[in-house]
T-cell receptor, first 113, second 114 residues
C-alpha cells in the first residue's frame, strides 16, 4: 500500500538556520503530495502542496519539489524563525490513492533564538 | 468564517463503553474525512464521506467503528465496546468537493479509554 517516510525528529535549529526535512513516498500511480504543519496548541493546517512531477509548492518561505525519479518531496526553508517551531507532516493523496491522505509520522522542529 | 469544529474536545470513558464523537464541517463542504492520530504518529485515515454516503470506509479498523452523516453536514463517529487501544486523538476534516480542494482540519477529540 501507499506509505510516507519522513525523517525523525526532533530537529533543533538556531534562528536563521537552513531547514531541510526529508520525505520519501511509495505510491501507486501519481498522487498529489502535501506538507501539513501543526503549531503548538493548534490543528493541522496545509502548508503547501504539489500535484504533479516537477511541481514546486511554496508558502511562508517554505518550498518542496515533487521529484518522481527519487519519489521524494523534501521540505526546505532558507532562514527559520522561532515561530516556525512546530510538527511537520508529509502526506500523499489523490490519484490511485483515492480521496484520502496518507501521512508520515511527523517531524518536530524546534527553533531556538 | 467558522472552521471545522469537533465535540467534545476531550472524552474519558471506561473500557467496554460506547462513545460518539461529533464533527461540524465548514458550511457547504461536501467532503468529510475522519482520521485517528496516536501519540507521536501521523494521522491515519478512517473514513471519507461525499455528501451523505460513505465513499471510502477502508480505514475503519473493525466493526466496532461506525460513522454517519445523515444530512450531508454534521458527522458522528461511533465506537462500540471501546478498548484501551482506541485511545487517540480523532480528527475530522472537510473540503469543498474532494481531495483536489484543501482539507481543513478540526482541533480533534482526545479519547482516553481507561
Amino acid at each position: 500500500g501507499d506509505s510516507v517516510t519522513q525523517m525523525e525528529g526532533p530537529v533543533t535549529l538556531s534562528e536563521e538556520a537552513f531547514l531541510t526535512i526529508n520525505c520519501t513516498y511509495t505510491a501507486t500511480g501519481y498522487p498529489s503530495l502535501f506538507w501539513y504543519v501543526q503549531y503548538p496548541g493548534e490543528g493541522l493546517q496545509l502548508l503547501l502542496k504539489a500535484t504533479k512531477a516537477d511541481d514546486k509548492g511554496s508558502n511562508k518561505g517554505f518550498e518542496a519539489t515533487y521529484r518522481k525519479e527519487t519519489t521524494s518531496f523534501h521540505l526546505e526553508k532558507g532562514s527559520v524563525q522561532v515561530s516556525d517551531s512546530a510538527v511537520y507532516f508529509c502526506a500523499l493523496g489523490g490519484g490511485a490513492a483515492g480521496n484520502k491522505l496518507t501521512f508520515g509520522g511527523g517531524t518536530r522542529v524546534l527553533v531556538k533564538p | 468564517g467558522a472552521g471545522v469544529s469537533q465535540t467534545p474536545s476531550n472524552k474519558v470513558t471506561e473500557k467496554g463503553k460506547y462513545v460518539e464523537l461529533r464533527c461540524d464541517p465548514i458550511s457547504g463542504h461536501t467532503a468529510l474525512y475522519w482520521y485517528r492520530q496516536s501519540l507521536g504518529q501521523g494521522p491515519e485515515f478512517l473514513i471519507y464521506f461525499q455528501g451523505t454516503g460513505a465513499a471510502d470506509d477502508s480505514g475503519l479498523p473493525n466493526d466496532r467503528f461506525f460513522a454517519v452523516r445523515p444530512e450531508g453536514s454534521v458527522s458522528t463517529l461511533k465506537i462500540q465496546r471501546t478498548e484501551r487501544g482506541d485511545s487517540a486523538v480523532y480528527l475530522c476534516a472537510s473540503s469543498l468537493r474532494d481531495l483536489a480542494d484543501t482539507q481543513y482540519f478540526g482541533p480533534g477529540t482526545r479519547l482516553t479509554v481507561l
